[in-house]
């Protein structure tokens, strides 16, 4: 039995308001991936991170807790839970990853700034002011809530003097490129994912990889922001061979994820019937969304194995 | 016995992407949606551009369950705006149920 659906977003939208982050972690934990990069502090263009893969150790922990509780008789006082959590960050005491779980998240963000920059792209990093871009409130329906959000995040990149963000996800690509701009006046921010970046820019891998891998496009990427070439440009670029599952590009399946918050086990269900597909044209896979990579990676189980897109471009583009 | 109340359509309403009465009812959506969802969209759209609130009131957990993946809308032959008129349905619960 899911918890309350009202508490929940209830939740989630008290975090955004009062918290900046549906799911507010550490900074620490926002900011270990620019560790050794020696990032300047904003600038013309940052790469923006809006946390997502940051936080997916968190989401993992704190969907477990959840889980734990919906079945316990605490769940019958979630609305409680929601006037405490406006006091106390309850969420944070709910979620504590493995170091493993947040090196794995923490690789993402590294290898693509490790990307561009053998690419050549100059550009900076804004840290503790690399805030979430409200992308969950936005599907939730928490329209006020986003909104005022929405303005905070824009102050913050004008602050910092920011014209153009370079993103990683899908979820974040949509919410700075096609979201704010009808939620914020006068809105002027740049916006383009790294694949799009990479892919305009002719580079020439340092080596070949090798082998069939299944794609699976993002829905976000595929429907929402028209990204389909540019990854298949990339990764056919490393000599690999790339299959196609049933629902590919426009017609891609979802992975499930965005009703995680809610309904857990519809999502574990839906993840299950997309490895499925995926598993009939290859025995690995891969993903360009944090969202899609932790519930496929979870559904398969050990049947196959799926790779973020940065990790094979790091291999077959660094030096 | 339902009762229709025709201003319910403007309180979902939240901007001139809210297209709900172009649906048709052909059910490309139903037989397409990959979580199987029987009544959204376009059963609960109809419930809206009715007016049945109560209807609509039920179905909360169906409106919650909708990926806004847009494969639906991507087979859409009437242009239905789905995933923002789904989230329109939601940003109508947040306020008449949540009260958030």
């Known amino acids: 039995m899911p918890l309350p659906t009202g508490d929940t977003i209830g939740i989630l939208a008290d975090n955004l308001r009062l918290r900046r982050s549906v799911l507010p972690i550490p900074t620490e934990s926002a900011i270990r991936w620019t560790r050794g990069l020696d990032l300047p502090r904003g600038g013309e ?3 923006y991170t809006g946390l997502m893969y940051q936080l ?4 993992e922990e704190l969907v477990k807790a959840e889980s734990r509780l919906a079945e316990s008789w605490l769940s019958g ?8 959590n406006k006091l106390v960050n309850v969420s944070g005491f709910m979620a504590h990853p493995t170091r493993e779980q947040l090196e794995t998240y923490d690789r993402i963000p590294r ?8 690419a050549g792209v100059a550009f900076g990093a804004l840290y503790e002011d690399d805030l979430y871009s409200g992308a969950l409130a936005y599907d939730l329906g928490a329209d006020e809530t986003l909104r005022e959000h929405a303005q905070k995040v824009y102050a913050t990149l004008k602050r910092h003097g920011v014209k153009e963000a370079v993103t990683i996800d899908p979820h974040t690509t949509n919410m700075l490129r096609s979201v704010y701009p009808t939620l914020i006046e006068d809105y002027d921010l740049e916006v383009r994912n790294y694949l799009e970046v990479l892919s305009g820019l002719d580079l020439a891998p340092s080596r070949q990889l090798e082998g069939d891998v299944a794609i699976h496009d993002s829905c976000v990427f595929a429907r929402y922001e028209g990204v389909l070439h540019e990854p298949r440009q990339l990764l056919e670029g490393l000599g690999l061979t790339l299959r196609e599952p049933l629902h590919a590009g426009t017609m891609t399946w979802c992975c499930g994820g965005p ?3 809610l309904f857990p086990e519809k999502a574990a269900e839906q993840a299950g019937r997309r490895v499925t597909e995926l598993n009939a044209v290859a025995e690995r896979g891969v993903t360009m969304c944090p969202l899609c990579y932790v519930n496929l990676q979870k559904a398969a189980n050990g049947r196959m194995r799926f790779d973020d897109i940065s990790d094979y471009l790091i291999r077959g583009y660094e030096p | 016995m339902a009762v229709a109340r025709p201003a319910f359509i403007d309180e979902v309403r939240q901007s001139e992407q809210f297209n709900a009465s ?14 199987g969802l029987e009544h959204l969209p376009r059963e609960i759209f109809r419930y809206v551009v009715l007016g049945m609130e109560d209807e609509v009131l039920k179905e909360q957990e169906t409106v919650f369950s909708c990926l806004l993946c847009k494969l639906c809308e991507e087979n859409c032959p009437a242009g239905v705006h789905i995933a923002e008129n789904v989230r329109s ?3 109508y619960f947040d306020r008449k149920a949540f009260r958030i």
Request: proline share 5%.
């Open chain 1, 45 to 47: 263009r940052v790469l």
């Open chain 1, 56 to 59: 997916i150790p968190y989401i």
């Open chain 1, 77 to 84: 006082f979630t609305g409680i839970g929601r006037q405490v």
């Open chain 1, 111 to 118: 290898n693509v700034a490790l990307l561009l920059k053998r």
């Open chain 1, 259 to 261: 009703v995680e918050s």
């Open chain 2, 22 to 35: 172009a649906c048709m009812n052909c059910g490309v959506c139903t037989a397409i949606c990959p979580m």
């Open chain 2, 89 to 91: 349905l939601r940003h």
